[in-house]
């Protein structure tokens, strides 16, 4: 029976540098030419994956793409849509007034790049650390016509505001959004009950596999559904306790020494 892998690409897939391994790339080589599935699951938009899946080779049939945390699923090779949710805006909105009222920082999407109102230290480290340019909006959140996949809140410096900013939305978000964190600076607002483990089951049906033939691989919050959506969950070594806890294996090698290699050696090429 055929598998199908879904793993996170910061800090998981990739190294801390940004790197795939080469036994990581021939890992996956293999996975794919024994007729598997990969899937890459990130909260990155679609702007940002693709160019990375077609610079690494992971455009060829069997690969997909499950961006903005489970916003959008693509089938890569095909160049097709098969999943999308939006954010409504009168939801866009109020998350913008409320991230102003904190004093945070708030950047949202088209189909095509990132927009903020203005370039800030935040715009430098994200448009760096995932590849992605970035287009002012000076009228967000009113100047939008379409509504967004996503919608994402840094705060660089001080964590613990963040924390505040997400507690005083939790009640207004319930039934409306979800929230989940990528990283410690990075909160992710997507409709409500998408998630990276709604993506498993839903690629799942699509190729007409069993979730327990789904392995999944991560390191952080958003990845926690995932890994309990999948047969098998994994946690990178680099992985936070709470995803350790989560997952029903941890790995030995962390990010930078080929976890992925390992996970896929355990469980489907085993």
Known sequence: MKKILFTDLDDTLL?????????NASSIRRLLDEGHYFAASTGRPLPATLPLLRSLG????????????????????????????????AFVKHIFTEADRFGLYCQTYDDETMLCRSFTEETDYYCKKIGMDWKAAPDLPEGLTNAPV????????????????????????????????????????????ISKGEAV?????????????????????????????????????????????AADYVTS??????????????????
């Open 15 to 23: 190294t801390r540098d940004k790197q795939l391994t080469q036994q």
């Open 58 to 89: 992971l455009d060829r049939p069997g690969c997909f793409a499950v961006t903005y945390n489970g916003g959008l699923i693509y089938d890569v090779s095909q160049n097709k849509v098969l999943f999308k949710r939006s954010v409504p805006l």
């Open 150 to 193: 996503k919608v994402l809140v840094i705060s660089l410096h001080n964590r613990s505001l963040l924390e505040q900013y997400r507690k005083s939305l939790e009640p207004w978000a319930k039934g409306k959004i979800s929230l989940y964190y990528s990283n410690d600076s990075y909160l992710e607002h997507v409709a409500c009950n």
């Open 201 to 245: 089951r839903f690629l799942c049906r699509h190729l007409n596999l069993p979730c327990s033939h789904a392995v999944a691989a991560g390191d952080a919050e958003n990845d926690i559904p995932m890994l309990q959506a999948a047969g098998i969950g994994a946690a990178m070594q680099n992985a936070g306790e709470e995803v350790k806890g």
């Open 253 to 270: 090698a962390d990010c930078d020494h080929s976890g992925i290699c390992e996970v896929i050696e355990k469980f489907i090429l085993f």
